[in-house]
């Protein structure tokens, strides 16, 4: 088996095992390897957080921003909390 990673419509990259001997056109039909869902429920959740991190620390321009360090760690700690609880979540319900 070889694991081929592709581009469906959407734009979106997926992965696909496929056999051996199986051309490129069988992707599609390949066994899906898939990665935890980050994309479902939770993302208004994230971005009224987020909100609220931008509102405390005051940032309103993108000159703010750029000088605002800690506040891009924050959200980039956020985003990152969101993408580690999905994996942890997915491998609790895969045992």
Known sequence: MKNILWID????????????????????QGIPV??????????????????????EDNV???ADLLHSQPTINAISNVVKRRII?????????NQ
């Open 34 to 55: 898939e990665f935890p869902d980050v994309y479902g429920d939770g993302w208004n959740e994230l971005a009224k957080e987020i909100a609220n991190i931008l509102v």
């Open 9 to 28: 419509q959407d734009g979106f990259k997926r992965r696909s095992l496929v056999r051996d001997t199986d051309g490129i056109d069988r992707i599609r």
């Open 85 to 93: 609880d999905s994996y942890r979540n997915a491998s609790k319900s």
């Open 60 to 62: 309103r321009t993108y």
